[in-house]
């Protein structure tokens, strides 16, 4: 029990005379343990302003935070058949999805929304980790292909927030199937001359690192991000060695030339500015 929970709260109740407090008032650090008040928290884009590490992030906090005043306009994607293999686990795949819709108000792991970023028309596609664990079924597939005709329809540069377990379960091979759709969707925008950028944020694994989030033109991470195929325990099984530290690490893929660059999230929307008006340069002079 911390300071906050034995002699603040009570206090708050006492001064305010309420018999509860909202728990949400205040959130944890996961990291340094130090606690934060909610609204300093949504203002620092949820980034502990004592110790610099980056929180979960939903799809909708990603297209706020990325778009010019937070104002962009999102798409109707493809409706996909719904738990096409009748599959059951644990419970039925169609109870899970119907759970996780009425979680996230989302209708599956991918949005897709077009605007502008630092004055310049862009297309993002951010999945969200949030809806169970960001896996990519035949919903994210047909999502990105969508998001990728929008971008050449529109001659702008794609932007996607990748996070995610990877190829979803539940789906079997028609979510290995979309890896393969994945990469003929970022083929299409890269024929049309416009920018594919990626930004991978934690975790982005499994078939969704396997695919379409190493293609891009430019690879950005957030701090600390987990990027990877398999898990490390998996990978020190199989080589019998012990890994370095900070192995599948945003900043030790950055050292080892695999990705370009690790931003921090307050300063995301200016850098995909930057490289936007960058890559996009010789299209507006040939115009």
């Not at 928290?41 to 004592?50: D, I, M, S």
Request: charged share 20%; glycine share 10%.
């Amino acid at each position: 029990m911390s300071w906050l929970t034995e002699f603040v709260r009570p206090k708050i109740r006492t001064l305010l005379g309420r018999t509860e407090v909202p728990d949400n008032l205040w959130h944890q650090c996961p990291s340094c343990k130090q606690m934060i008040f909610h609204r300093e928290l949504e203002a620092g884009l949820k980034v502990c302003p004592h110790c610099g590490h980056h929180m979960p992030a939903t799809a909708a906090d990603r297209l706020a935070w990325t778009f010019d005043a937070g104002s962009y306009t999102r798409i109707d994607l493809p409706k996909a058949v719904a738990d096409p293999l009748k599959f059951r686990d644990q419970k039925r795949y169609a109870d899970r999805l119907r759970e996780a819709r009425e979680k996230t108000k989302q209708d599956d792991a991918l949005l897709v929304a077009h605007g502008e970023i630092g004055g310049h028309k862009a297309v993002v596609a951010a999945m969200g980790f949030e809806f169970m664990g960001g896996s990519m079924g035949a919903a994210v597939g047909d999502g990105l292909v969508a998001a990728a005709r929008l971008a050449v329809l529109q001659a702008a540069p794609l932007v996607v927030y990748t996070s995610s377990g990877g190829a979803r379960m539940q789906e079997g091979v028609i979510s290995l199937m979309q890896m393969p759709r994945s990469i003929i969707a970022t083929q299409m925008v890269k024929e049309a001359g416009m920018p594919f950028i990626v930004v991978l944020t934690d975790p982005t694994t499994g078939g969704v690192t396997a695919s379409f989030a190493m293609l891009g033109d430019i690879h950005i991470a957030e701090p600390n991000a987990m990027i990877g195929f398999a898990g490390a325990r998996v990978i020190e099984q199989t080589v019998r060695e012990k890994l370095p530290n900070g192995f599948q690490r945003a900043e030790y893929l950055h050292q080892h030339g695999i990705i370009d660059m690790v931003v921090r999230r307050g300063e995301l929307a200016g850098t995909l500015a930057r490289l936007i008006g960058l890559l996009t340069t010789n299209q507006k002079q040939a115009a």
